[in-house]
């Protein structure tokens, strides 16, 4: 299963990645735009999980569009999830203990090309 150093390894393997620190939540920008970053739970996330709610490490992603969300989130219960916080914006979120380091990969690689410039 992934770990913050396989998403370490694999943003910052991305052209024009930075990494940045902020409040000890740390997150990955592509040209300033943000594609993946830690994303603890909030009160307001916890509270309409409910008993749903995952423990452990949560990454965010972006994705292309709403219907790309929509597809992660059927795929794989276990892994993606999304929170009221994120109704209507183009974004996953992971439960990072339960995903394969192969589709962590993957869903990096196309959080970074939904973000980064087009040429």
Known sequence: MATWDDVHRIATS???VTERVRE???????????????????KTDLSAL???AP???????????????????????????????FNGYPAIL???????VGELEELIVEAWHARARRR
């Open 14 to 16: 991305m052209p024009d």
């Open 24 to 42: 000890g939540v740390v997150d990955w920008r592509v040209k300033d735009k943000l594609f993946v970053w830690e994303r603890p739970l909030r």
């Open 50 to 52: 409910g008993a749903a």
């Open 55 to 85: 423990s452990g490490p949560i990454l965010a992603a972006r994705v292309p569009d709403l219907g790309a969300k929509e597809a992660l989130l059927a795929s794989d219960h276990s892994v993606y999830f999304t929170t009221p916080h």
């Open 94 to 100: 992971v439960r990072l203990e339960h995903i394969e």
